[in-house]
C-alpha cells in the first residue's frame, strides 16, 4: 500500500461515453500526476499539479481533461475516447518537484470498446 | 534534452545466480537517477535513487544500483535472484531542465526468475 488510490481499478466504456477517474493522496504530497501506460511503450506523463494548480501539459488531447480540487485529489475525465486510449491509466504523488520520490497508485484499466 | 535507455525488453535469470538489469541515461547537467519496479496488477513502486554521493546505492529488497559516470549508466544489480522479484523495472530520470515535475522513464525491463 504506498498512500495512492485509485478507482475505479477497471473501467469499459464505449466511444460516446462520459467518465472520470479519480485518485486520493494521504501522504500529504504538494504535486500529483497522470500517466499512460500503453503496452511496449515508455510511461507517458499526461499532466501535473502541484498545490493544485497545473505545471505540466504534454500536449494531450482534449477529450482527457484533468481536475484537481484540493491537493488530496485527482481526477481525470474522459470523453468521446478513441480505441487507442485503452491502457493503464496511473496516477503518482510526490512531496514537490524536483527530487522526490513518487508515490504510485494501482492503476485504473481502461479499455475503450 | 533528458533520456533513459534499457537495453533490454528481458532478461531471464536463475533463482540464486546474480542479475543486472541495464540502464544509461543521456542528461545536460547532474543526473538524478531512480530505478521503479511494477509487479502484474501494481502500479509503479520506488526502488532506489542516486542524487548524489556514493556510486553504489543500495535500495528496497536487496536491490542496489551502480552509478557510473564515466559510461553514463546506473544498472541495477542483486546478488542473488528470487522468484519474487520477478518483475517490469523501469529506469527513470529526472528532467530538472523543466523545472524538476518531469520524470522520463524508460520502455522497461521484464525480468523473469525461474526456480
Known amino acids: 500500500e504506498t498512500g495512492v488510490t485509485q478507482t475505479p481499478r477497471h473501467l469499459v466504456m464505449g466511444m460516446t461515453n462520459k467518465k472520470s477517474l479519480k485518485c486520493e493522496q494521504h501522504?500529504?504530497?504538494?504535486?500529483m500526476y497522470w500517466y499512460k501506460q500503453s503496452a511496449k511503450k515508455p510511461l507517458e506523463l499526461m499532466f501535473v499539479?502541484?498545490?493544485?494548480?497545473?505545471?505540466e501539459n504534454n500536449s494531450v488531447p482534449s477529450r482527457f481533461s484533468p481536475e484537481c480540487p484540493n491537493s488530496s485529489h485527482l481526477f481525470l475525465h474522459l470523453h468521446t475516447l478513441q480505441p487507442e486510449d485503452s491502457a493503464l491509466y496511473l496516477c503518482?504523488?510526490?512531496?514537490?518537484?524536483?527530487?522526490?520520490?513518487?508515490?504510485f497508485g494501482p492503476g485504473t484499466r481502461l479499455t475503450v470498446l | 534534452a533528458q533520456s533513459v535507455a534499457q537495453p533490454e525488453d528481458q532478461v531471464n535469470v536463475a533463482e540464486g545466480n546474480p542479475l543486472t538489469v541495464k540502464c544509461t541515461y543521456s542528461?545536460?547537467?547532474?543526473?538524478?537517477l531512480f530505478w521503479y519496479v511494477q509487479y502484474p496488477n501494481r502500479g509503479l513502486q520506488f526502488l532506489l535513487k542516486?542524487?548524489?554521493?556514493?556510486?553504489l546505492v543500495k535500495g528496497s529488497y536487496g536491490f542496489e544500483a551502480e552509478f557510473n559516470k564515466s559510461q553514463t549508466s546506473f544498472h541495477l544489480k542483486k546478488p542473488s535472484a528470487l522468484v519474487s522479484d520477478s518483475a517490469l523495472y523501469f529506469c527513470?530520470?529526472?528532467?530538472?531542465?523543466?523545472?524538476?515535475?518531469?520524470?522520463?522513464f524508460g520502455a522497461g525491463t521484464r525480468l523473469f526468475v525461474k526456480a
Open positions: 499539479y502541484s498545490l493544485e494548480e497545473r505545471v
Open positions: 542528461v545536460s547537467g547532474n543526473p538524478y
Open positions: 527513470a530520470v529526472r528532467d530538472m531542465d523543466t523545472g524538476g515535475f518531469k520524470t522520463i
Open positions: 542516486y542524487i548524489t554521493g556514493d556510486n
Open positions: 503518482a504523488s510526490s512531496q514537490d518537484r524536483g527530487l522526490d520520490t513518487q508515490y
Open positions: 501522504l500529504g504530497h504538494n504535486a
